[in-house]
């Protein structure tokens, strides 16, 4: 087993041991960066050196028996978490060459437990896509089938996991964007309930669903990450001030008698066959460790697309529009006049998929159709809450598939935006209601493709979704299973 | 004139907290372009607006104050527009549930009372400023975001009021209020204190408003004055044409003392407000309003009310000494040590007054003659150590130096001849050297009476006790 390969706990076991060392596990991991990621291009931006001061650093502090559960362990970043002095660029032109003068939140409370950042990571423009294809630095290759797109938007930290090029990394999820790419690499990806995680230092695109999780090869791993940076955060003011249970100490409490809940509306006809299998297979190996499966309905499901494409892209429209030129990233050349170096900034700066979104976001928000659009789009919004409460009033966890079908080819579905949409269909409703949801790996297709299910919980219920999470992975292999690369 | 003018005032007070809105960066004014600034303040990516609690309560004061129902469930906007100065790209408000609402103020013009209407108060952060570089061959704009991000409470009036005096009467209440608060310095030329004006005429006896024209960012009473005069007339001529008024809007010219367009209404912003998801709806129970209404300061009206109550002073008096809140301090601490409301009112409107006046329009609150020495010095008067109008010199030396007025009584020997003997020889003095006049007095001329004194008094250099000069005067012309 190379140290690449391992586990956030089985390299911590060994740095606290000794048998390895950080700038060790470090250089191995840099390697590996070096040696495939060629051909997957989930880096943006590898930080070689930095991460090699940051390992020796942390060996300083596990010499002088401080070990954290992340000293000294190498992870990658989404290229959304805003780093200080190392580029930004949340995939896109417009802040190509941004160098940030601070850490967020999150990437603070790494860095005080001393893991090492190897780099950023690619994902779709500003968050905005389901395949990694709308980033300015090109797309991700799935590590299982390079023909196929790892899913996104968080799709170079799933990647990055299924190549082995870092140990864990961190990703956003707005609508599906840490556990749609979870499922098509065969990870672990948690979305955690809105508010759990600070969002200060992490590029907004829809402030309101935004929300920070960890990806990694196991459920363990999910929740030591979790832990690290989970928590109220004095400059974010809606980040939540309850505590943080101890995710890891609560994995081990079984299903025996817990209540899963299966959304009808989920299971619908049109479900790829492999995904609807490795789902009935799922179910069964639950009700034999004991759990108790009930139908539920979640009769809101079916405007849960257009109420996210309304309220993430009026937010969008607006948090946007902070990129013009005037005070960091591209601005346009040989604009004359104010006006013109806007347009042309915004132009050349961003991407397609992203100006199909302000457009629309613009739309909604307009004089004379922000009732029709945005309000109403609030209003549904409080149905599909109501909805996910309801549902928790009869089970503690609900069991859904994470997407429609197997990862899907690159270029597959760039022509249709609307089939692109689609496929998020059964991540966005936990977005909306601002609840918790985990992808674990759960099969795979025919094809050898990835298949991820989701567990999704009540708010604040990240410990029993981990929990249900590890009572599943602890049956079965496919957590273990690599790609080839 | 045949047409009515209406004029409603949107004022923005900046606040004197010492952070901004919604990061801990320095209020302060005239630092350092870009000193004062943070990734939240510039709008960087990633940074997270978190709101100051002291901006909430320095509008439940205002709100208080001008008789508003403050808004329990407070919720912020964004208002998007597009300009340099705006680092975010919109600007963090309140739209549809401002803090404060359906208040009102009254004024007074020539003697008739007004109520205007305050239609609501609202919590917003400034934006930046464009400072056109003035470097020969250069013809950038530079962009100073200190100010971005600071606190101002807009307040808005009902369209209430119909002439340019009401306007300005209105909007000096509102200094007063917001500087009594404490929550503004009130300084207009730095712009703490700015004023919008929607002006527009209707026919006299109409109830339909005319279209109106928007006046920006007025920096002196004075100005605003100017302003919506020139509004009158220039609206009252197109109307007299046959024109349109058309609305839009205006910049005023303190130059030219005009008003010009500076954009119409075919160009007006569709801002796209929509709740601000990063700002959590801001809940302010009961018990938070009642606090900050025990901290409430006596304002203006009530106190010009007690003191022509409980303290017997003139209207006029009242006004004048409440006019700021330091001078009516002044004032109350002067009265606590010589409970005497009708003298101190005469110094302090008198004496006090012109000295700062002319000293460079000093401020009250480092007078050099502080309440207790004035206090001091009026107890020597009213003992009879001295005359009043000794008093007067003594108060210039005591500006001028700080001593205390013993001490200047006793260097230079001011204190007043009460010594009847003393006096008698003046008298006497006077009298024997003024026959004339004496015979006259005698021969009914009472006015002659004041010459004596005023002889007498020369002859003592002022010291002499006037009470007695004239007891003393009356009966030896008559004996």
């Not at chain 1, 090869?217 to 004095?234: E, F, I, K, N, S």
């Not at chain 1, 990129?323 to 004359?336: I, L, M, P, T």
């Not at chain 2, 809140?325 to 003298?343: M, S």
Request: proline fraction near 6%; hydrophobic fraction near 40%.
């Amino acid at each position: 087993m190379e140290i690449f390969d391992l586990t956030i706990h089985e390299l911590h076991e060994k740095l606290a041991a000794k048998e390895v060392s950080s700038v060790e596990a470090t250089r191995a991991m840099l390697e590996r960066i070096e040696a495939v990621d060629g051909q997957v291009n989930a880096y943006i931006t590898v930080t070689p050196e930095q991460a090699l001061v940051e390992a020796e650093a942390a060996d300083r502090r596990i010499a002088a028996g401080d070990v954290a559960p992340l000293t000294g362990i190498p992870v990658g970043l989404k290229d959304i978490f805003i780093t200080k002095g190392v580029r930004t660029t949340c995939g896109s032109r417009i802040l190509e060459n941004f160098v940030p003068p601070y850490d967020g939140t999150a990437v603070a409370k790494l860095k005080e437990q001393g893991a090492v950042i190897v780099g950023k990571l690619n994902q779709d423009e500003f968050a905005m896509g389901s395949s990694n294809e709308s980033s300015y630095f090109g797309p991700v290759k799935n590590p299982w089938n390079l023909e196929c797109t790892p899913g996104g938007s968080s799709g170079g930290s799933a990647a990055a996991i299924a190549a082995r090029t870092a140990t864990a990394t961190l990703g956003t999820d707005t609508g599906g964007s840490i556990r749609q790419p979870a499922s098509h690499c065969s990870c672990v990806g948690l979305k955690p309930t809105y508010g759990r995680v600070s969002r200060y230092g992490v590029i907004a695109y829809a402030s309101s669903l935004d929300q920070v999780g960890p990806l990694t090869r196991d459920v363990t791993d999910a929740a030591l990450l979790l832990g690290a940076v989970a928590g109220h955060d004095p400059k974010d003011s809606t980040s939540v001030n309850t505590p943080v249970p101890d995710y890891v100490a609560g994995l081990a409490a079984g299903v025996k008698g817990l209540k899963i809940g299966l959304p009808k509306q989920y299971f619908i006809e049109g479900l790829d066959p492999d995904v609807k299998r490795a789902m009935d297979e799922a179910i069964a190996l639950y009700k034999s460790l004991g759990a108790e499966l009930r139908e539920v309905s979640l009769p809101h499901t079916e405007y849960a697309v257009a109420t996210y494409y309304l309220i993430a892209t009026a937010e969008a429209s607006s948090n946007l529009a902070r990129y013009d030129g005037v005070r960091f990233g591209h601005r346009a050349e040989d604009a004359r006049g104010l006006k013109e170096m806007f347009a042309k900034t915004r132009a050349e700066g961003f991407g397609p998929e992203v100006k199909r979104r302000i457009m629309l976001g613009t739309y909604a928000l307009s004089s004379g159709y922000y009732d029709a659009y945005y309000v109403k789009a609030q209003k549904v919004r409080t149905l599909i809450m109501q909805d996910f409460l309801n549902a928790f009033n009869e089970v503690d966890v609900l069991l859904t598939p994470i997407a429609p079908t197997p990862p899907f080819k690159i270029g597959e579905k760039l022509a249709d935006p609307l089939q692109m949409y689609l496929s998020d269909i059964f991540t966005i409703p936990v977005n909306l209601a601002g609840t918790c949801g985990i992808s674990i790996p759960a099969g795979f297709s025919a094809a050898g493709l990835p298949i991820g299910l989701q567990l999704i919980g009540k708010p604040f219920g990240e410990a029993s979704i981990l929990s249900t999470a590890y009572a599943f992975e602890r049956e079965t292999q496919w957590h273990l299973k690599k790609a080839p690369l | 004139m045949k047409y009515q003018v209406v004029i409603g005032l949107e004022v923005h007070t900046q606040l004197t907290t010492n952070t901004k809105i919604f990061c801990g960066c320095s209020t302060r004014f005239g630092a350092e372009p870009n000193s004062q600034t943070c990734p939240v303040c510039l709008g960087f990516p990633g940074a997270l607006p978190v709101l100051n609690k002291q901006v909430v309560e320095n509008a439940i004061l205002a709100g208080l104050a001008t008789n508003c129902s403050i808004t329990q469930r407070n919720v912020f906007a964004r208002k998007n527009y597009f300009y340099p100065d705006l680092p975010k790209g919109y600007q963090i408000s309140q739209f549809d549930l401002p803090i404060c609402q359906h208040g009102h103020l009254d004024i007074e013009v020539e003697g008739e009372k007004k109520r205007i209407g305050i239609t609501r108060i609202h919590m917003e952060e400034d934006a930046g400023k464009l400072v056109h570089a003035d470097i020969p061959g250069v013809d950038d704009s530079c962009v100073d975001l200190n100010r971005a991000c600071t606190p101002l409470l807009e307040i808005v009036s009902e369209p209430d009021m119909r002439s340019p005096d009401e306007a300005i009467a209105y909007l000096k209440k509102l200094h007063q209020i917001v500087m009594y608060l404490g929550i503004c310095d009130g300084n207009l030329e730095e712009g703490s204190f700015r004023c919008d004006a929607n002006v527009s005429l209707m026919p006299v006896g109409s109830t339909v408003f005319g279209t109106r024209a928007e006046l920006k960012n007025i920096n002196s009473f004075k100005f605003i004055k100017q302003a919506i005069e020139y509004e009158i007339e220039r609206q009252a001529e197109i109307l007299d044409d046959g024109g349109k008024v058309i609305q839009e809007t205006r910049l005023f010219d303190p130059n030219t003392g005009t008003t010009r367009s500076m954009r119409g209404k075919e160009e007006a912003h569709d801002y796209r407000y929509f709740p601000d998801p990063d700002l959590v709806p801001v809940l302010i129970p009961d018990q938070w309003i009642e606090d900050v209404r025990a901290t409430l300061p006596e304002l203006p009206e009530a106190k010009r009310a007690r003191y022509v109550a409980e303290l017997g002073l003139p209207e006029y008096d009242a006004e004048v000494l409440v006019s700021s809140r330091e001078l009516a301090q002044y004032y109350e601490e002067t009265v606590a040590l010589f409970p005497q409301a009708k003298t101190v009112s005469n110094w302090v409107m008198g004496e006090v007054s012109r000295a700062l006046n002319e000293d460079n329009n000093r401020s009250i609150t480092d007078c050099p003659v502080t309440p207790a020495l004035l206090a001091d010095l009026l107890k020597l008067m009213e003992k009879g150590t001295i005359s009043g109008k000794i008093a007067k010199t003594v108060f210039d030396e005591m500006y001028k130096s700080g001593k205390a007025p013993e001490k200047i009584v006793e260097e230079k020997g001011l204190v007043q001849v009460s010594d009847t003997g003393a006096i008698e020889a003046m008298v006497d003095e006077v009298l024997k050297n003024n026959p004339g006049q004496v015979e006259q007095y005698r021969g009914g001329k009472e006015t002659v009476f004041g010459f004596f004194v005023g002889q007498v008094m020369r002859a003592s250099k002022g010291k002499a006790n006037p009470a007695v000069v004239n007891e003393l005067l009356l009966k030896k012309l008559q004996a």
